[in-house]
């Protein structure tokens, strides 16, 4: 008698790869680098923020011809970021080249106490002084000064004007070369207007002194 022999198929175990938990697992792994990734990149970048180019005087319109925008982490929400300076925005004070531009600094409301105006006084001021830089006007006497005599009965240089704020000097390319002086653009309070224009008019010179200089 012949004995049949019959083959019975075992099942082996799927292909690794058609494993639910490992698929699970490496999607599992997939997102867990894809959040860090993420939170790492958020954690390193940084705000943008408005940054001077340039020192800024007083009243100056912010735009960006005195401004950029730098990437950093203030660490705070006090500076002006992109997209939120107003246009016809002004510095309220005097600012120097590199500052973060802080929201306390930026006004839209123009300063009616003083008055921007151009003005020739003697060589002399210091390339150092820039935009922003706090000066006094003094009228150097000449043959028709009228100010207080000193006690030898020489006419002494007046003070006209104290705490003008430099906006710049004045590149005048229609001056000759023979005409002195150096012509700078200066915001002066209301109240000193008149004299400095009374000195202006005289025969006498005007000279810019910088404060604490």
């Keep these: 008698m012949k004995q049949r022999h019959t083959s019975v198929r075992i099942p082996g175990p799927p292909p690794a790869w ?28 940084g705000e943008l923020i408005f940054q001077t180019t340039r020192p800024i005087a007083q009243g100056e319109v ?14 705070s929400n006090a500076y002006v970021r992109e997209g939120t300076l107003k246009t016809g925005a002004i510095a309220k004070h005097s600012l120097g080249k590199g500052e973060l531009l802080a929201r306390s600094s930026v006004t839209t409301q123009h300063n009616e106490d003083h008055r921007r105006i151009v003005i020739t ?45 430099l906006v710049g000097r004045v590149e005048d390319g229609s001056r000759m070369p023979s005409q002195a002086g150096t012509r700078i653009d200066i915001a002066v309070a209301k109240a000193d207007i008149s004299q400095v224009l009374r000195a202006m008019a005289g025969n006498g010179n005007l000279a810019a002194v910088p404060v604490g200089s």
């Design 18 to 45: 058609r494993d639910p938990r490992l698929v699970g697992g490496i999607l599992l792994i997939t997102l867990s680098i894809t959040v860090f990734t993420l939170l790492l990149a958020r954690a390193r970048a």
């Design 62 to 75: 912010l735009n960006e011809e005195n401004t950029t925008i730098v990437e950093v982490r203030p660490g």
């Design 121 to 165: 006084v003697i060589d002399g001021l210091p390339a150092s002084v820039n935009t922003g830089q706090q000066l006094e006007l003094w009228s150097i006497p000449g043959s028709t000064y009228h100010g207080p005599p000193s006690d030898d009965g020489e006419a002494q240089p007046q003070r006209v004007a104290s705490h003008v704020t």
